[in-house]
């Protein structure tokens, strides 16, 4: 059983889960593919073994440590909870509740767009900020933590907070990142998904 599921607590379940892109195997398969283009291009195999040899052992190290990532890597979203452990021997887990978590923010650059990999930060409540590099489907990532952010049950508004306490409340004013379409505060000046620098609604 994985990580996630071992932590799950009682009536929690998993809504979406990923895992490391497989883009982290491209240094294997171009030393590997070095090795074998320097057996093609030699005058002879005698000649151009040694050095065909340790490329092609190196790609073996560098798959092997690739795959023990791969294996030893789990991001899920819950219904209550944002969960990520990586690692094997030396492991680092962040199991932050929903209601903690002020953002995720997405770094894309063009082979990342292309082929659906990135790097998350996760971004929780006193400024912690915890980036991981490599996820497949960042941005499907940060949509499910936002759809649970948005349930009732995860995060009551201010407005019943207020009011449980005797306080009349202003309505929640919202409105759209013009950076990524994403829901923030009226009065917000930076976009807790995005990143950006917004100007504040008057």
Known sequence: MSYVDNQL?????????TTLHPIIFAGAGILAF????????AKSAAEAGPAAGLLLALAALVAGYAA??????EF???TSRVIIKVGL???RTIELQLSKVEGILVEQDILGRI???GTLVVGGTGGTKEPFQYIRAPIEFRKQVQQQLDTPSVRPSRTESLSNAGVVAEPRQERDCPYCAERILG???RCRFCGQTVEPAR
Do not use: H, I, P, Q
């Not at 607590?9 to 889960?17: S, Y």
């Not at 070095?34 to 291009?41: G, N």
């Not at 023990?68 to 890597?73: A, D, G, N, P």
């Open 187 to 189: 009065k917000a000046t």
């Open 76 to 78: 899920a979203v819950t």
């Open 89 to 91: 021997l030396s492991r």
């Open 68 to 73: 023990v990532r791969y294996k030893t890597s």
């Open 9 to 17: 607590n009682a009536g929690e379940r998993v809504v979406f889960r």
């Open 34 to 41: 070095l090795s074998l283009l320097l057996l093609f291009v």
């Open 115 to 117: 082929f659906d990999f």
